[in-house]
């Protein structure tokens, strides 16, 4: 673990701004408030930003249940400069799901791995089930008590991305939900766990549903309408719950493109290669083993011929051959 003074020197007497990926979910956002406090405790302000929208019920539910001031890129514009630092959270630079704001991005704090290389004066990447287990662990090493806002937010986030402690765990996720725990409000963050689906959501299950394709132990689906990030990966999760299927793969159409969520229960297929393999040449991809996510831009679709779905479908099958190729040693 590298040590959050260094960060703290290197932002000391700069205009700093904490970015998260461009659809921040609660973890996401969980993360960058944690660090906000816990720089602010170390004498350095930042402001936290991202591009996209806030686009699921429990993100929304969360800034408000802890007042957190989040500004979108639009409201940045003309006020941060190439000389502003901008540490990113949640999400690494090139990572396909981040906008590249016009400051100096010197440092990334993250959970997911490494597809493209990039620079940073202060990293920490590293392999566990949420981010906010890393920004857990910077309190709990510095022998500091984060107050019950930010020990609840870090909370939920870490049991949101880890599916409720089902999904990528790792012991220092264990740890530190053992250290944040005691310091929640537990009331807060059961209210917070309950009631984030809208009934504008049943239409996107509904439509997953009409649309899913079995290929062996592999499940694709596509949702001929927008709908959030945070949405698609729920239903991801979702489909995945059918004991038919291994690795499910869940695409939803919208004005920026082609939205893709994968999901992986087999140590066989990466979720994370899997995606970013498929879609090389049309769009990009990444994420963890078990859960990963990417997008086709709009302007890329016509790379994928008079019938896309069906595109989609082939690049992924020919992706998940290519693992499967792999493990054979073939």
Known sequence: MNDIMQLAALCRDKTVYIQTHNFPDPDAIGSAFGLQKLLAHLGIASELCYAGRIDKLSAAKMLE?????????????????????IICVDSQKNAGNITDFIGNEVACIDHHPVFVEAEYQYCDIRMTGACATLIAEYYA???LTPDRDVATALLYGLKMDTLQFSRGVTPPDIEMFGFLLPLCDQAKLTRLERNNMEFTDLKA??????????????????????????LIATISDFILFLDEVDIAVVCATRPDGIKISVRSETERVHAGQLIHGAL???GDGGGHAGMAGGLIPSDAIPLLGNFPEDRIRTLFLEALDSCAKEICGT
């Open 65 to 85: 249940a802890f007042d957190i001031e989040i500004h979108s890129y639009d409201e940045l514009r003309g006020k941060m400069t190439e000389s502003d630092y």
């Open 280 to 282: 090389s040449g049309v």
């Open 205 to 230: 299950y509904g439509a997953a549903i009409d649309s899913i394709q079995l290929y062996g132990k592999n499940g694709i689906c596509f949702i001929p309408f927008a709908c959030p990030d945070a």
């Open 141 to 143: 090493k510095l022998g």
